[in-house]
């Protein structure tokens, strides 16, 4: 399969996604196997956007907190990072690296987000450090919490990190 190629999807099943809370916004999951068939669409077809966003405002984040349905996006500055660490997990005693994220968005507020496992790893803390500039970042399928009366997101395994992406947003932060 190609990058950005449209294909002709057959020989699936579906069913209902058990997960909570779930990346993307809906009820089922497409399941793939050995006979599944992906042929290249040919010919001219529209543009398909690559991948889109569920950005929530730092505002949102509490009603979340309660009840979180859908994994979440958010978008802000990076003001700090905590250099990659190794914290004991609570039901298996095994180390996980961790980063704590102090992300800030256009009106100054502030949010911590922990980042864990491989996505601490990936993290290039260096190339963030050494930019000597402010560092927008849209952080992908968060989950958010309550500690301690804060409201906090955490990374799961579906998680990603874009640096200074091509997203509407930007322009909001480049003005201010």
Same mark, same amino acid.
């Given at each position: 399969?190609?990058?950005?190629?449209?294909?002709?999807?057959?020989?699936?099943?579906?069913?209902?996604?058990?997960?909570? %809370? &779930?990346?993307? #916004?809906?009820?089922?999951?497409?399941?793939? #196997?050995?006979?599944?068939?992906?042929? %290249?669409?040919?010919?001219?077809?529209?543009?398909?956007?690559?991948?889109?966003?569920?950005?929530?405002?730092?505002?949102?984040? %509490?009603?979340?907190?309660?009840?979180?349905?859908?994994?979440?996006?958010?978008?802000?500055?990076? &003001?700090?990072? =905590?250099?990659?660490? *190794?914290?004991?997990?609570?039901?298996?005693?095994?180390?996980?690296?961790?980063?704590?994220?102090?992300?800030?968005?256009?009106?100054?507020?502030?949010?911590?987000?922990?980042?864990?496992?491989? =996505?601490?790893?990936?993290?290039?803390?260096?190339?963030?450090?050494?930019?000597?500039?402010?560092?927008?970042?849209?952080? =992908?399928?968060?989950?958010?919490? &309550?500690?301690?009366?804060?409201?906090?997101?955490?990374? =799961?395994?579906?998680?990603?990190?874009?640096?200074?992406?091509?997203? *509407?947003?930007?322009?909001?932060?480049?003005?201010?």
């Amino acid at each position: 399969m190609q990058q950005g190629q449209i294909y002709d999807i057959s020989v699936f099943h579906t069913r209902k996604d058990p997960a909570k %809370p &779930k990346v993307a #916004n809906h009820d089922v999951q497409l399941y793939f #196997n050995e006979s599944t068939k992906f042929v %290249p669409v040919e010919g001219i077809v529209p543009l398909i956007p690559e991948y889109s966003f569920h950005l929530l405002d730092f505002s949102e984040l %509490p009603t979340q907190s309660d009840h979180q349905t859908l994994l979440i996006d958010l978008y802000g500055c990076i &003001k700090s990072a =905590t250099p990659e660490y *190794q914290v004991p997990i609570k039901d298996t005693g095994k180390m996980e690296s961790k980063i704590d994220l102090i992300v800030e968005n256009v009106r100054r507020e502030d949010l911590k987000i922990t980042l864990w496992g491989d =996505t601490a790893r990936k993290f290039n803390l260096e190339s963030i450090e050494a930019s000597g500039s402010a560092i927008l970042a849209l952080i =992908t399928s968060l989950r958010v919490t &309550k500690f301690r009366q804060q409201i906090q997101a955490s990374t =799961t395994n579906h998680s990603c990190i874009l640096i200074t992406p091509q997203i *509407q947003q930007t322009s909001e932060y480049e003005a201010d």
